[in-house]
């Protein structure tokens, strides 16, 4: 299975792109910050998702690193394109912009056959297919130029590195899943456990007496004398109980069924109904509603009281008033009769003083009319002479301005006073009637109130409303009194029965305990006992097939290991030498150690001596570098999906060092597929320049603010 092609959108540097890896050897060229480790990040994102992300990838320096491409609203999406036996496969993963950080990424796998796997189905698939998990991945698969020299400085990534280059990884899972199980620890711990039951058992058996003592220690707390503890007490207290109980009810008033206990067979019934009576009086009795309703109804009987007789008095003046009114002034018939002649007198003297006046102005009107034309004795109207006519007309006019039309005005202005005092009269009256109605009203209203707070039979046959209302207010005092002496004596009643209902519980507690007390266990029938005995024998079967287990796995392995030793240290010197050179002297080998808890393994000299702590950064690049190339050469001969993926792996190498790199990924090449990235120098020409394996040479350009990872050139060979 090898990789031939990766598409990448908006991942971290990346924009958009594509990349063709469909040759044994890839060269991905540029300068600093021009995208060759997002590059090569992106088919490990395609591959493991989140755990190659910040804490997750077990690489401190990717504490803060993002995925997705900054400043992108689109999806970040990866997808890697393998070449399989049954064709090709396209694995993507996808991942929202705005997706929250425990948001799964979606992943798809697109298969020759036309099926899409998704999920946890494209999960499987990868597994099926033996691609490596992330762990195996980042110590046999690939060079972080974070942390190029790990594989060997880190003595736990070094033991597992060389564990699997000794094809001893599945050995090492199972002496380590052999020795959490931890057989005679198990033992042990089941020996404690059975001490531990055995001093269960022994305080069990002990325990009875001691929960009787307990249980009469607390009687005598309840008040109950020891010598009078016995199972008839029971009775006793629950009949003394029930007496006061039927009592109380009678007191408050209340329908409570009060049970009789005839014989201490009823004793479940007794401790029921004990521990009920309690709630069943403050539910039926409901004391405190009571007494706020007749406290709340004695108040607006005063208040309807003290309204009642200022009503009545205002009612009795207004009534007085009205017919203080109609004694003097007549009643409303009588008023109107007088106000109809009135209204005719004033009409009649307004009609004579209209005539009066229009009489007058024709007479000055004619006389006018004779001055004008010197005529004074000839009528204007019919021309008839008439002796002194001016004359007789002036003394008429005289006599009426000087004495009729005042008396006629007089006498209109007089019937006019009497219609308007005539009208006010009629208007007080209405007045006076209205307010006798009002505060009539307003008294049979207050009578009403009044008579609906009485107790019903209270307003009897000639009994006055106010001495009805005066009794039912005596009587509202004598049951508030009562109820606020029910309600003080209640609680103190209530904590007896209380006292009553824990003694009863006590008592039942106390059979049970002098029960428990006249019995002992038999231990070797408990079947809690056989169960143990069955668990420990069966822990003591397993400790044992543990042990042997360990021992067989530890023999395959110790037998794997020596005839592999020879094997894996011949090539670890082939690219030990290859990278560093014959010159440079370096005769490193790995070790396997037999230890009490296992094999160990690390890497040493031709002596035998620690071969890492006195070289040099060249040295350990070289040797890490040759590691890892040795297990990819392992892998691809045991058959597994194999590929390099190398980030800048020239760190403190000199010329030499790297034309000797050259030539080992060359070597690997021819087996495994290598991606990787450098930066232009030595290395890279010499990849370019003098290898004769098929390969395909990326050259990236500075990347452009808004574009990203740019692509200048891509050349095959």
């Keep these: 299975m090898r990789p031939i092609a990766l598409k990448l959108r908006n991942f971290r540097g990346w924009r958009e792109g594509q990349i063709a890896l469909d040759r044994p050897l890839v060269v991905v060229i540029g300068k600093n910050a021009c995208g060759k480790s997002s590059t090569l990040n992106a088919i490990e994102w395609c591959l493991f998702g989140k755990e190659i992300e910040k804490k997750a990838s077990g690489i401190a320096e990717r504490a803060d690193w993002e995925a997705s491409h900054r400043g992108a609203s689109a999806p970040t999406e990866v997808a890697l394109t393998l070449a399989t036996e049954s064709g090709n496969a396209t694995i993507t993963r996808r991942r929202d912009a705005e997706a929250a950080a425990r948001a799964e990424d979606e992943l798809t796998v697109d298969l ?26 980042r110590r046999a698969c690939c060079q972080h130029q974070e942390v190029s020299r790990a594989r060997l400085t880190d003595a736990s990534d070094r033991s597992l590195i060389l564990s699997s280059l000794l094809g001893l990884d599945d050995f ?28 269960v058992v022994l305080y069990r058996l002990s325990q009875p007496s001691e929960d009787l003592f307990e249980s009469e220690r607390r009687l005598e707390a309840l008040g109950v004398e020891r010598a009078r503890i016995s199972p008839a007490l029971s009775l006793e207290i629950a009949r003394a109980a029930s007496g006061r109980a039927q ?59 003290e309204q009642l007789e200022p009503s009545e008095a205002r009612w009795r003046e207004s009534k007085e008033t009205l017919a203080l009114e109609l004694r003097e002034r007549g009643d409303d018939a009588t008023r109107k009769r007088l106000g109809l002649e009135a209204a005719k007198t004033l009409q009649d003297a307004e009609q004579r003083l209209r005539e009066e006046n229009r009489t007058l102005s024709l007479l000055r009107e004619a006389a006018g009319v004779l001055r004008e034309s010197q005529r004074f004795d000839q009528c204007p109207v019919c021309t008839s002479g008439v002796p002194g006519l001016l004359a007789r007309l002036e003394q008429t006019l005289e006599q009426g301005g000087g004495g009729k039309i005042p008396a006629l005005s007089a006498e209109r202005d007089q019937a006019r006073e009497r219609a308007t005092t005539l009208e006010a009269g009629a208007g007080a009256l209405t007045r006076l009637v209205d307010s006798e109605t009002q505060s009539r009203k307003s008294y049979e209203s207050r009578r009403e109130n009044l008579s609906a707070l009485l107790t019903p039979g209270r307003l009897r046959d000639g009994l006055d409303l106010l001495a009805a209302a005066r009794e039912e207010d005596e009587a509202l005092a004598k049951e508030i009194s009562e109820l606020e002496t029910l309600l003080a004596g209640l609680e103190p009643e209530l904590e007896a029965h209380r006292g009553d209902a824990e003694r009863l519980r006590e008592l039942n507690k106390w059979r049970v305990a002098a029960r428990r007390a006249q019995q002992r266990a038999d231990l070797s029938a408990s079947p809690e006992w056989k169960a143990f005995q069955e668990a420990l024998d069966a822990a003591a079967c397993f400790a044992a097939d543990l042990d042997v287990l360990g021992a067989m796995a530890r023999e395959a392995q110790e037998e794997r290991s020596s005839s592999r030793e020879e094997e894996v240290n011949r090539s670890l010197g082939v690219y030990t030498r290859l990278i560093a050179g014959e010159s440079a002297g370096l005769d490193v080998r790995v070790r396997v150690k037999r230890t009490p808890k296992g094999l160990s393994y690390d890497i040493e000299d031709a002596g035998g001596g620690r071969a890492l702590s006195i070289l040099n950064q060249a040295s350990l690049n070289a040797i890490s570098l040759a590691l890892l190339f040795a297990q990819a050469e392992e892998r691809a001969r045991g058959g597994l999906p194999t590929w390099l993926v190398l980030d800048d792996p020239e760190q403190s190498l000199d010329d030499e060092h790297k034309q000797g790199l050259a030539r080992a990924i060359e070597r690997v090449a021819a087996n495994s597929a290598v991606v990787v990235a450098l930066a232009p120098g030595k290395l890279s020409e010499w990849l370019i320049a003098r290898s004769a394996l098929p390969r395909r040479t990326i050259q990236l350009g500075p990347r452009d603010a808004k574009l990203g990872v740019r692509i200048e050139s891509q050349e095959e060979r």
């Design 112 to 137: 020759a056959d036309g099926r899409k796997l998704a999920g946890s189905e494209a999960q499987a698939w990868i597994r099926e297919s033996r691609l490596p998990d992330w762990e195996t991945w």
């Design 172 to 199: 090492d899972r199972l002496n380590g899943v052999l020795r959490e199980q931890q057989p005679r620890k198990l033992i042990e711990l089941l020996d404690s456990e059975l001490a531990e039951l055995e001093k």
């Design 247 to 305: 009592d109380l009810a009678l007191r408050l008033r209340v329908t409570i069924e009060v049970p009789s206990f005839p014989s201490d067979a009823d004793e479940a019934a007794m401790r029921k109904w004990a521990d009920a009576w309690i709630a069943q009086v403050r539910k039926e009795s409901k004391l405190s509603d009571r007494l706020s309703a007749a406290t709340k109804k004695r108040a607006r009987i005063a208040a309807e009281l």
